[in-house]
């Protein structure tokens, strides 16, 4: 809302102060004085009068025997629904607008989800060379606990040093069926990987020179 008030010169800081009072600060008198004030536990009204502030009651048409009262008060009445119906739409129209891109999920506890991380925070749940190039999304780890409504607790590794409680926004789940996690190999002294047959399935003999090589399916 904008006001002009009208100040004839030369004035003074008196002269706008009191001006200010007379035409502005009237405005916000009552919305000053009906609001809880922290401090004392009560709002300026009831402090000064002991009682709550008055409850709008709504005018019913014909309750006023004075024609000109009754116009006056029917018309403030429908002012009112007005108002209420414009700012419940304005109401609405945000909120719509705000969930267009939500969505309402939730994950059961066995769940495989993966979490977002800092990439250049974290070192501890996985170890990347690049992280400027790594993917966005870490695991997939099981889910343990439901904390709250929007809230996971995950299967972190052993060394992972973050905490293992997530905001649902930070998971995502996996879809698919779980991988299989295999263990690398051993590696022998010369840092090669050191292969153990399980089985052996066939033996031939080949020639290679004038010597016998025997060649086995494992």
């Not at 809880?36 to 009560?42: A, D, G, R």
């Not at 000109?68 to 945000?94: G, P, T, V």
């Not at 153990?196 to 086995?216: F, I, Q, S, T």
Request: aromatic share 10%; hydrophobic share 40%; proline share 6%.
């Amino acid at each position: 809302m904008l006001i002009f008030l009208l100040l004839s010169h030369p004035f003074t800081a008196i002269s706008v102060a009191q001006v200010f009072m007379d035409h502005i600060f009237k405005l916000h008198e009552w919305w000053y004085n009906t609001s809880f004030h922290s401090i004392v536990q009560k709002t300026p009204y009831e402090i000064v009068y002991g009682q709550t502030p008055a409850v709008h009651v709504p005018y019913i048409l014909g309750d006023c025997n004075v024609e000109a009262l009754d116009r006056i008060l029917n018309a403030r009445e429908e002012c009112l629904r007005m108002l209420k119906f414009h700012l419940r739409r304005a109401h609405d129209r945000m909120k719509k607008q705000a969930n267009k891109d939500r969505v309402d999920r939730g994950f059961a506890i066995g769940d495989l989800v993966y979490v977002k991380l800092q990439p250049y925070r974290q070192q501890s749940v996985v170890q990347r060379t690049c992280a400027k190039l790594s993917p966005r999304y870490y695991g997939p780890f099981p889910v343990i606990a439901r904390v709250g409504q929007v809230a996971y607790k995950l299967e972190l590794p052993s060394q992972a040093k973050v905490h293992p409680i997530f905001h649902i926004s930070l998971l995502k789940k996996h879809e698919g069926v779980a991988p299989v996690v295999s263990s690398l190999p051993d590696l022998d002294d010369s840092q090669q990987i050191r292969a153990e047959p399980v089985a052996v399935l066939g033996r031939k003999l080949v020639k290679k020179g004038n010597k016998a090589v025997v060649y086995v399916l494992v």
